[in-house]
């Protein structure tokens, strides 16, 4: 995680058992993998997955706008009409799904 116990856990366990046995490592840091752009195509590949349970119900929902593209905190905007607009379950498995897609950690998913 990038919780500041995991990351002091990484730095007193990890970063000094490795340097006892490779003399060579001047520091551990912790890195993210990289997720795919944030666009809107990227945000619909995600969405595409539930948009066939959210039919099946009369429901829908898209991309309104993505803010902050690059920046320490983007925001999805979504809007999401039908039935199953009104679960926070819902809302809670697609923001998951977003986070999980792109790997950001700042990222946020408001609903419209």
Known sequence: GTCPSSTQTMKMGLERRLRE????IQEVIQAMPEGPELTEEQVDVVLDGVRPFLSVAGGTINCESIMGEGSVQPVI?????GSSASLNSVKLEISQ??????????????WM
């Open 97 to 110: 799904r977003l986070q999980r897609h792109f790997m950001l950690s700042g990222l946020k998913v408001e």
């Open 21 to 24: 046995r490779i003399p060579e």
């Open 77 to 81: 905007n979504l809007k999401m009409e």
